[in-house]
Every structure is written in C-alpha cells, then in structure tokens.
C-alpha cells in the first residue's frame, strides 16, 4: 500500500514536471515547437516504470484537455483531436509505457548487471521511446495536415534531431540516478 501510494505521489510530481515544461519552448515555422516536456514524459517512464510513468502522463494530458494551457501554451481536447501536435502528446503517453516496459524487461531486479550494461539499457529504453514519441507525432501531424510522409518526416524529425540527441543524453544519466532513489520500477 505504501509502494502504491509513493507511486501515486511521484506520478503527481511527473504531470507537475511535464506541464510545467511548456514554460520552456522554442516556437519554429513549422508549427511544432521545441519543448521539454517530450523528455520529461519520457524521464516519468524511466524512472517511474510504465505504469505510474503513464499515470504522470495521463494526468498532464486531462489537466491540459480541461482548459489548462499545458500543451505548450495551448489548452483543450481539441490541442490532441486536431492540432499539429496532437500525435506528440498522446506519443509522450505511449513513450512512457514503452521506455517503463523495455528497462523492466532488461533491468528486473532479480538480475545485478554492471553500470555499463545499466547505461546501455536506459539508452535503448530513451531511444526506444523518443522513436515512439515521434512516430506518433508524424502520424498526427500527416493527419491533420494532409502533408506525405517525406513532408512530414522533414519538418517534424528532422529539425529535432540535435535536440532530442541532447535529451537522450540528459535522460540517460538522471534515469540511472532516479530510479536507484525512487525504487518503483
């Protein structure tokens, strides 16, 4: 019961953490501006595990879909349903669930594996979630744009390569620090 409510409360944390990162954006031409929030979904993922990483996203994506304006200034369902960022906010939420499943999987308790192996699995897990994230961003933003793949691919990947490389590189290191300390996942 207090692992469950420990849980909860770093859950809460997280959605604090993600919304307030809207406070830190980049606007760029193509409508998608760069934001910490992706990484702070992911990071709820790693260090949280899946379920409470996407508990944290749940709860930033109803706080935004209620009228707050989490979604990197913007507020309402129709932030998700409609806009060009649509596909990224409910990536962040599938990202968390992949990146908490995939260090589950490699770094069970029951298994001691070496510092290293533990920064190669985290690295996989961030990689493995950003992919998601962005997949889920392309198909969003080819539905509500009417834009091809290529197009797509161009002005919503390409332009954040740099800055997600960054974000993998700051996630992975808090990652193995955090979840030592929070112990949930």
């Not at 409508?31 to 260090?47: C, E, F, K, N, T």
């Not at 992949?98 to 510092?115: M, R, Y």
């Amino acid at each position: 019961m207090e692992s469950k409510f420990k849980g909860l409360v770093l859950s809460a944390l997280f959605a604090a953490l993600i919304s307030t990162g809207c406070f830190i954006i980049i606007p760029l031409p193509g409508g998608i501006p760069i934001v910490i929030q992706d990484m702070m979904a992911m990071l709820s993922g790693l260090i949280l595990g899946s379920v409470y990483g996407a508990i944290a996203v749940f709860v930033f994506l109803v706080l935004g879909s209620i009228g707050l304006p989490v979604f990197s200034g913007k507020a309402g369902l129709h932030v998700i349903t409609a806009g060009p960022t649509g596909g990224f906010l409910i990536g962040y939420f599938l990202s968390a669930i992949v990146g908490g499943l995939i260090l589950a999987i490699f770094l069970n308790k029951k298994t001691e594996h070496s510092n290293a192996r533990q920064y190669i699995f985290i690295a996989i897990a961030a990689v493995a979630a950003t992919v998601v994230a962005f997949t889920c961003g392309i198909i969003g933003f080819m539905h509500v744009t009417h834009k091809t793949l290529a197009e797509s691919f161009l002005m919503v990947v390409v332009p954040f390569i740099p800055g997600n490389l960054i974000k993998i590189a700051v996630m992975i290191p808090l990652a193995k620090k955090f979840r030592k300390t929070v112990q949930l996942a």
